[in-house]
Each structure stands twice: as C-alpha cells, then as structure tokens.
C-alpha cells in the first residue's frame, strides 16, 4: 500500500509520539497510580523499589545495600555481600556447610522478563506456617508486599513484578556415623530458612522467626516456593549434632522463576514395579512411558533410557536422609543403574514393550544382589529427561518413591529368564538348577519346547476354515488370529512354570517336584513334606512338564499357577472343532492347575501368573471369569482337556 505523504508525516509523528510516551513510562514509572491505592504509608512498594523506611535508613548506611532495577539483571549490577552467594535462575551451586553453620544466599526474583502475576498468588505450605513460618505485620512476609490477599491490596498486586520463585535443594554428602554399631540414628535434615525482607539479609536460627519461613529438608530434598517482588534471601543450615557423627553437609541449591530445578514426589504410586526376582538378580520395569499408538512416537520412546535407578539393600543405612536426593543416592546409594556416567556390571537397563497393552517402557535387571535380602529401588530422571543441568529449567533431576522388593532363598533353583525369542511375553524366575549353564541357555531350553509344541497347535489350527467368508466361519466374534494369540498366551504360562521359593508360605502356590533333592543334594525336610497335605500325590511330586524334571531336576519349589482365564479365554476364541475344553473349579485337576486373579494391592503377592503379571500392578483384575490346565500338551483334534 501507497501512503500519500500526508500519511507518512502522521505515521511518522504518531511513531515519535509513541516512543515518546514509551521513554516517559520507562523514566518516571507512574508511581501516582500506586499512591492513590495506599491509605498506609508504612511498607510502600513502587514496582521493584523498597522506599520502606528501613532501607531508606540503610542506603545510605549500610554498605551491603545494592540498588535495584526492573531492567537490569542484579549480576551486572552488582555482587552479593561478602558472604552471601548470588543465585542465578536455574542454576545449580554446591556448596559445603559444617555442623552448626548456615550458608546464605540470595536470589533477584525480578531477573528478566519481568512479568506481571495473574490470579491468585501462591499461598506457603500449610505445614511450615507450623513449623515457624509467621507473617510480620510490617516485615517482608506481610500479606502485602509478599503474600498479597484481600481486596485492598488487589490493584497493587497486579502493578508489581510479582513472580513465583522455585526454591530446591539437595543434600550430597552429609556426617557419617562413626560407630553403626552403637546408634541407629540418622543424621539430622538440613534446614532450610527463607526471608523476603531486608531487614533480614542473614535468615537462618539466629534471625527473628517472624522475618522467615523455615522449612526443613525431608530425605536430603527441600522444595519450596512463594511470590515475591523483590530479593529472596536464603539460609541453608547444617544442625549442631552429636558426637556420634562425623562430617559435614554438601548441598547443591537452585532458585528458579520457571519450576523447581530439583524434584521428588512421595505421594504418587511408585513408578517402579517389581516384576521378580530370584537368589541373586531382580527386573522391574516403569509404568508405560506412552499411552500413545503413533508409530513414529513410539520409535522414539524405545530409542531413549530416559530413567536411572538405585537400589540399596535395607540393611544398609548409607542411604538414609537421602532418599529424596538425586546428588546423595548417586553418591551413596549401594547399586546405581550408572556411576560417573558409567554403566555399572550390577544393573542392565534398556527398552522393552513386554505386558498388557505391549507400550513402551524401561527395564532394569540386577544381578549380584544378596539372597533373601530386602531392597529398595529408586526411580529417577536426570533433568526433565529430554534437559539435565544447569541453565535448565528443572534441570536438576526428580526421585520418585521407592519400591519395595526382595531376593528369593539361596537354593538357587529359581532363576530369572528375559528376552525370550518365541514367548516373548515371559520375563520372570523359572524352576532351574544352577548346575544347568547359564540364564540365556535356560531360556533357551524353555522356549524352544514352548515353539514345538506351538508347531502341533498350528498345524491343526490349519485345518480350521480361517479365511472363509464370514457365513461360514466359526464366529463372528473371534477368528483364528484371536485363538493363535490366546493359545500362545497359555502355552507360554504353562510350559514355563513361574517359579516361588519352596519356603514361600503363600497358600496360592502349587508345592513341585517335592520328591527331588535340591540342587546342592538336601532333600526336603520329612517334617515339612508332612505339613503339607497331599504331599505324595504326582501333582506335588512332579512338574507341570515332565522335562523339567528330566533335565533340569530343579527341586522342590512352588509355582505360580497360570491364571484360570487363559484357558478360558481359548475356549472362547478357537474353533469348537479343536474341542479345547478347561477343567471346572472344584474339578478335577483344576486346583493344581489354575489360580485366580486377586486385586493387587501395594506389593502384594502375584497370585497367577498372566503376560506381564508383576508385583504392584495397579490394572484391575479382571472380572471373574473361569478355569483351568494343562498337562497334555500336545494338541490333536480331539476332546483335550486342558491341565
Ligand atoms: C507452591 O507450594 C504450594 C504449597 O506447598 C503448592 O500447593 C503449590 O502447588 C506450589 N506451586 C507450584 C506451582 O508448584
Ligand atoms: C500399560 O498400558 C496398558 C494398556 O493401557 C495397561 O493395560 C497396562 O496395565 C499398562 N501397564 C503398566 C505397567 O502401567
Ligand atoms: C550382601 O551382604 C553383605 C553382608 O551382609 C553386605 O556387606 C553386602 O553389602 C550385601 N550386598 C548387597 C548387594 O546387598
Ligand atoms: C551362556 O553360555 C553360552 C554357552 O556357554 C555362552 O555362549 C553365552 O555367552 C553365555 N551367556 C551369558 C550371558 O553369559
């Protein structure tokens, strides 16, 4: 568009006129707007200047006093007073701190963009109110300038560059106990002391609880944030302790106007599940990391790790008081999934669409572990997981709660087998015998008695008018496909027993193999064999496949039966002319061949075994539907009953 030169001359002097008006809000900030709001002349906050009269006082006083302005970032400013730390958005700074010290620092919450709150400002914890956190009438934490509420002060609220500051930290290091044998104390959380005041440059024990807020760290983490116009000053405080500890504190410590640099979460369920174990090795997964079916999404998933994780064995204390922090359980934790960016031999962690659903997720398989031994494992990001480090937001990590899990006895004739070729589904302890060879040759042993026999299913299935048109083929509702998926899923469970410890005392579990020695030569106790009822019967004395017992002669042990409706579900999908048929509950061979599925709760006990079955599985069960077993595996075209 053409402008005639009348045009260009006003738009020319309606530019100038604004830039004009531009310059004159810069310079002289309006403050006559906020005087008219204040009926109080006490704390007057204009924007980001305090002209309270305690800084008016100190300006010209008190040496540590730095002007402050909206447009300039406080690190070209000035520095921070000899000792207090100048915090820089997300960036993390570490720093020591001995028993009865504090460490101060100071953030400028006003760092660029300034901007202005909308909403309702972020109210403190209710719990730290309790625990000495008090609003001064006329300090930095009264409800005006800091935690503005009520009606009078709205119109201010909205004038100031009010911003919510993200406080974290994380405990690395801290005292060791000198004797372990003589105190089963923790060393005590750091502490964590908060002032928005300037009258209160140094918070921490020393300093008036009604100028700060005080939040103790919980498990080596504190998270904590507030909005704030002007300055946050930050004491980290190392407690006076006893002399049955050793040491001082590490801490890193970040300020952020974006989200916490560290995190931990300790309501959510725990994202870690326990999928099994055996005397020396345990796999868990992660929930699934996308719920998405878009192809090149999930592409994308299974080339990451996004995850760490540690475990520590229960016993071990070295990890109490850290537990929330991403520093301490790398520094302290007794097994960690990396150690200096280094994979370590214990864990092997990699991707795996395995379960319900077959989504992405993680996997982390531990070996070297103690037998019969409690652990804990702990799941973390590094960063956010796509950005870790300082400079970014949220860079400094997040922990999630731990799960819980143990190490079976040391008979050793229960072993975890993953990565199967054919049952790909199966990832759990199998019945073994550490004389047999190693973990990869006992999967092998496994599936490839578990392919054969699927060879027999295929060739009858083969039989079966599959691709007919749909008048004529068996049902509508289920085809070959569906009967193919249910049969492997069966077959799988039932030709690879899931393996518990004889010891086990879990009435959902089948006594085997109870005539055999175990691996080392004992054989069972006559006085346990008599506790159990039934215990001469074949079903007690044998495995659920007599090549178990061939070749492997695994010994006693207990198996988890496969859940009843992976029978049932065959006889619904495949062809009646297969004449499948699944033993009724309470019938013959139903107990020693099928279990039931329970709700899961926190760490319970699997109760069958299904694709994918694992401890704290949070999945509803499903609905009660019925039976069954397999012994014959071979299948003709024929009644077969499936034991
Ligand atoms: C700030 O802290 C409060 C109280 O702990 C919490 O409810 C709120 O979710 C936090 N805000 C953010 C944005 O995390
Ligand atoms: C993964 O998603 C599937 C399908 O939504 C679900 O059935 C399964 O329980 C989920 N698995 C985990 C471990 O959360
Ligand atoms: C195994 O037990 C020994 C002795 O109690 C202990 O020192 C070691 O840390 C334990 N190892 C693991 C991985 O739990
Ligand atoms: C298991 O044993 C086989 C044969 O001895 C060997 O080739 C294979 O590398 C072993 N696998 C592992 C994981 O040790």
Not at 81 to 86: E, Q, S
Not at 215 to 234: D, I, P
Not at 338 to 367: A, C, D, E, I, Y
Not at 442 to 466: G, H, T, W
Request: charged share 15%; glycine share 8%.
């Amino acid at each position: 568009m053409q402008l005639s030169p009348l045009q260009s001359r006003l738009a020319a002097s309606l530019l100038a006129s604004c830039l004009l008006l531009v310059l004159y809000f810069t310079l002289f900030s309006p403050h006559f707007a906020v005087a008219l709001d204040l009926g109080e002349p006490s704390p007057v906050v204009y924007d980001d200047i305090d002209f309270s009269p305690n800084l008016a006082a100190r300006s010209g006083l008190d040496p540590s006093y730095e002007p402050e302005f909206v447009a300039f970032d406080r690190s070209i400013l000035g520095r921070a007073p000899a000792g207090v730390t100048a915090l820089t958005n997300n960036e993390a700074t570490s720093m020591n701190v001995l028993p009865g010290t504090t460490q101060v620092f100071v953030f400028t919450a006003s760092s660029p963009p300034p901007q202005e709150v909308s909403g309702a400002p972020v109210e403190p914890r209710d719990g730290h109110n309790s625990s000495g956190a008090r609003r001064s009438p006329t300090g930095g934490l009264d409800g005006r300038d800091v935690f503005s509420e009520g009606e009078e002060s709205q119109p201010l609220t909205k004038r100031q560059t009010s911003r919510t500051v993200f406080i974290s930290a994380n405990t690395c290091e801290q005292p060791q106990v000198v004797d372990p044998s003589k105190t089963k104390a923790d060393p005590p959380q750091l502490t964590l002391y908060v002032s928005t005041t300037t009258s209160n440059q140094s918070p921490g024990p020393l300093a008036d609880d009604a100028d700060q807020i005080q939040v103790k760290f919980k498990e080596g983490a504190v998270m904590y944030n507030l909005t704030v116009s002007g300055e946050v000053y930050l004491g980290l405080h190392a407690p006076n302790m006893s002399s049955e500890f050793d040491g001082g504190y590490n801490f890193r410590v970040a300020a952020s106007t974006d989200v916490y640099f560290f995190t931990f979460n300790e309501t959510a369920d725990a994202d870690l599940i326990w999928v099994d174990s055996d005397s020396q090795g345990a796999l868990l997964i992660t929930h699934n990391l996308t719920e998405s079916r878009d192809p090149e999404l999930e592409q994308k998933i299974m080339s990451t790790q996004p995850y760490v994780m540690f475990a520590q064995n229960k016993d071990d204390r070295s990890v109490n008081g850290l537990k929330y922090s991403y520093c301490g359980l790398q520094n302290r934790a007794q097994i960690a999934a990396t150690k200096g960016g280094q994979l370590t031999s214990m864990v092997t962690t990699g991707m795996t669409k395995r379960g319900p659903g077959n989504l992405p997720k993680q996997q982390f398989f531990f070996t070297g572990l103690n037998a019969s031994a409690n652990y804990m494992g702990i799941l973390a990001v590094e960063g956010n997981s796509s950005v870790s480090g300082n400079g970014q937001a949220g860079g400094g990590g997040h922990v999630f709660r731990a799960t819980s899990f143990s190490t079976k006895s040391d008979h050793g004739n229960c072993r975890i087998v993953l990565n199967l070729e054919f049952c790909d589904q199966v990832a759990y302890s199998v019945p073994s015998n550490p004389n047999f060879g190693n973990s990869t040759q006992l999967a092998k042993f496994y599936d490839d008695y578990a392919a054969d026999m699927y060879q027999n299913f295929n060739r009858s299935l083969q039989q079966v008018p599959c691709e007919a048109p749909s008048t004529q083929r068996y049902s509508l509702a289920r085809n070959c496909t569906d009967c193919a998926v249910a049969y492997k899923d069966w077959l799988c469970s039932v030709t690879i027993p899931r393996c518990e410890d004889f010891d086990n005392p879990a009435d959902y579990l089948q006594p085997r193999a109870m005539a055999q020695t175990f691996p080392n030569g004992d054989p069972l106790d006559d006085a346990i064999r008599k506790q159990v009822p039934l215990a001469d019967t074949w079903a007690f004395n044998s495995s659920r496949n007599a090549r178990i017992d061939e070749i492997l002669k695994p010994g006693p042990y207990k198996e988890v039966l496969p859940c009843d409706d992976l029978c049932y579900n065959i006889v619904q999908s495949c062809p009646a002319k297969l004449q499948f048929s699944c033993p009724l509950p309470g019938g013959v061979g139903f107990a020693h061949s099928y279990g039931r599925r329970t709700p899961s709760g926190d760490g319970a006990g699997i109760t069958c075994n299904y694709p994918g079955s694992a401890h704290v599985f949070s999945a509803a069960p499903r609905a009660g539907v019925s039976f069954l077993l397999a012994a014959g595996l071979a299948v003709a075209l024929g009644p077969l009953l499936l034991l």
